[in-house]
């Protein structure tokens, strides 16, 4: 990376540090609680199924075939960063592949 890019690096960290800041002390003032969680899958998860839908720019359409639901990301993130607060988020599960070999289950053997 060149010498500007790092330099552009450094002030765009320092600024979001900067609004960071001053956010948490105008809510501070205000009375409104802050926390900071991570966002990740928070605007592709379906609050009602739990599944991984499908984002198109700003629109969000859950996969599951049992019902349709469509929304904007941006309220579906805010939902699923509540339920991250709160502890009921749940993170979406890998999908197997059909050649992946099933875990082979150890015997136990008691010798007396």
């Not at 890019?5 to 105008?26: C, M, Q, T």
């Not at 409104?32 to 998860?45: F, G």
Request: include cysteine.
């Amino acid at each position: 990376m060149s010498r500007s890019g790092r330099k552009n690096h450094k002030r765009a960290y320092w600024l979001r540090g900067k609004i960071i800041k001053w956010v948490r002390d105008l809510a501070f003032r205000e009375g409104i609680l802050t926390v900071e969680k991570n966002p990740a899958y928070t605007s592709q998860m379906c609050p009602h199924c739990h599944t991984q839908g499908e984002r198109n720019g700003h629109h969000f359409i859950c996969q599951n075939p049992a019902h349709t639901y469509h929304a904007d990301a941006g309220f579906m993130g805010m939902m699923n960063l509540y339920r991250k607060w709160n502890g009921t988020f749940i993170y979406p599960r890998k999908k197997k592949r059909a050649d992946e070999p099933k875990p082979t289950q150890a015997k136990v053997v008691s010798v007396v």
